[in-house]
């Protein structure tokens, strides 16, 4: 498209290799012609063989049949994808036509292995995805809507990168099955950085990523500005262990802290959490990456009766999913700042850094902490610094520098810093200080 004034409904699609440059207006909300797709999908944790559903809306993309199922649609490999314009993609069509066919089923009701979804822009393995204009999800479905809602704005498989330079933004109501993604995917060794701005602005929303994988062996970092203001769950860079994660811009999180039932069988059921950067992994002997703030970090936590008692939000946050089994060491830097603060009806877990506050059992995570900067304060008192259920934490090697008045008169102890909840403490699960 060569015409910046002109609106297209219809997405643009290349296939395999292929290359293409939005420089117009992509505005796609119905649910036919190119615009349209359907897949399965079967990357379910604990549930082998399973496959869910999906049905598609895309703006620009990379795809291709699938050989083995007829009338399904693949993310095809090796694409360039770049969009210079406006990319406007929205649920509500989509949305409806997939509750119009759900009601001539046999189980209207059942929603667990369905999908609906939003991409903005899309490939398969080893593609390069970059926007350099403007992207709005909008996320107009019901909000009684109880299917799942994937809104994707950049999204590519394997061995990929993606980098975004302009603006995304997700708007709307929301609800609260929705699931926020911003640049990233389910799979190893991706490149994802963001350099421009990502807003999130939303009444609902049951979990948030922003740059996020589910993979292993690539790395996520934030240089421009990220801001979220949901429910839910919110992870704004998330990975599994040994993705490295950095932020050297501005991560703002408002948390609409709300506890949600969980409707889908293969998602884990927690309390509300929020985190600017977030690692999960099964005890594993794989090598880990360091995860490092050099930015802002601030979350605000604004809990309220819907919250329930346990929301917890933290600057830092990692958490073991497995129940048995060492895991690696994982090294945390913070050479920036982060401001953790809570609003509301109860006090809640709150910290700088969180370690296995939603992972009820002794299965201690070994954290090494470097460089700290913080501001001081008296840690033993806040116990806002280093939180957790059950983790080994080694301090010898820490540089911890404190900020602020009282910064030349506080001397803290290494056991001061680290705060186990009173809980975790009478079950008598392993809470160890190396200094």
Known sequence: ??????????????????????????????????????????????????????????????????????????????????????????FKEIYDLYMERKAKTDDPDNYNNDTVRCYAMAAGTGSMLINEGTINVYMDQDIEAGVSLYGCAMWANAHSLMINRGEIHFIGNGSWQSYIRGVGSMDSHLQVINEGEITVDLERAYQTRILHTAGQYGSLTNNGVIRVKTGGRIMVLGCLAGTRMTNNGTIEITSLATFLENKVSYHYQFDPLATAMYEHFLPNDLPTCPTVNRGIIKVRLCGTEASGPNAVAFGFYCMQVGTKGETPVHLMVNEGSVEVTQEGPVHYHTAEVGVNMQSVGDFPVNVKIGRWKTRARDFARTRDLFICRSAKFDLSEMALELTGDEASAVRPAADELVYQIEASKEAGETCEVKE
């Open 1 to 90: 498209m060569n015409d910046n004034d002109k609106v297209s409904r219809e997405a643009i699609v290349v296939g395999r290799g292929g290359y293409a440059v939005n420089y117009g207006h992509l505005d796609i909300s119905k649910p036919e012609g190119i615009n349209y797709f359907e897949y399965h999908h079967g990357n379910i944790p604990g549930q082998p063989g399973v496959k869910v559903k999906n049905i598609a809306l895309c703006g620009l993309a990379a795809l291709e049949d699938n050989p083995d199922r007829p009338g399904e649609k693949t993310l095809a490999p090796n694409a360039t994808l770049i969009n210079r314009g406006i990319i406007d993609i929205h």
